[in-house]
T-cell receptor, first 111, second 113 residues
Framework: DQQVKQNSPSLSVQEGRISILNCDYT??????FLWYKKYPAEGPTFLIS?????DKNEDGRFTVFLNKSAKHLSLHIVPSQPGDSAVYFC??????????FGKGTHLIIQP | DAGVTQSPTHLIKTRGQQVTLRCSPK?????VSWYQQALGQGPQFIFQ???????QRGNFPDRFSGHQFPNYSSELNVNALLLGDSALYLC????????????FGPGTRLLVL
């Protein structure tokens, strides 16, 4: 029973274009959603989060959109850069529980 | 400002043995959570410690236990190791009631033979 689903195991995008990573969830109790980025041999690095009462949060090149009615969120990266190549994890948070992660999407930025 | 640190970085054990992993949280953080990440999967929540008490637990057997010390550092203990316990073990720290934003360490890779 996956509460957080990332249905695309990998995504390839050209440098300079927009990268859109998608995430679906089933748990209505999540009060925060987070995106993490992970390089090999490193722990996940926090990127951006959004409260369940908002529909958009922006931080530099990263924007997260939340559609509560569809139980769907997405991460937009504009413009995509080579250093963005990594595995991206979507996670839901419901206090006091720990984070519930998806399986990740491997983003590959092509020159 | 030191981030989350974990030791050791790698560990090899045999089935039936016991292992202890260690974590020091980011400076100023008081809550430590542990996660297990199997190959090709996202991290799975094991448990969380605050004020030296286990605050919440995920769907892991009692073979997995932990401890938090007065300086907020934490240990994860796994008894009677199984082959399936081979994974990357991640520690994350945060401030209590702001667990939404957790900062992760580099992890300890455990291999059980």
């Amino acid at each position: 029973d996956q509460q957080v689903k990332q249905n695309s195991p990998s995504l390839s995008v050209q440098e300079g274009r927009i990268s859109i990573l998608n995430c679906d969830y089933t748990n209505s109790m999540f009060d925060y959603f987070l995106w993490y980025k992970k390089y090999p041999a490193e722990g996940p690095t926090f990127l951006i989060s959004i409260s369940s009462i908002k529909d958009k949060n922006e931080d530099g090149r990263f924007t997260v959109f939340l559609n509560k009615s569809a139980k769907h969120l997405s991460l937009h990266i504009v413009p995509s850069q080579p250093g963005d190549s990594a595995v991206y994890f979507c996670a839901g948070s419901s206090r006091p529980d720990g984070l519930t992660f998806g399986k990740g999407t491997h983003l590959i930025i092509q020159p | 400002d030191a981030g989350v640190t974990q030791s050791p970085t790698h560990l090899i054990k045999t089935r039936g043995q016991q292992v202890t992993l260690r974590c020091s949280p980011k400076s100023g953080h008081d809550t430590v959570s542990w996660y297990q990440q199997a190959l090709g999967q996202g991290p799975q929540f094991i448990f969380q410690y605050y004020e030296e008490e286990e605050r919440q637990r995920g769907n892991f057997p009692d073979r997995f236990s932990g401890h938090q010390f007065p300086n907020y550092s934490s240990e994860l203990n796994v008894n009677a190791l199984l082959l399936g316990d081979s994974a990357l073990y991640l520690c994350a720290s945060s401030l209590v009631d702001r667990e939404g934003t957790q900062y992760f360490g580099p992890g300890t890779r455990l291999l059980v033979l």
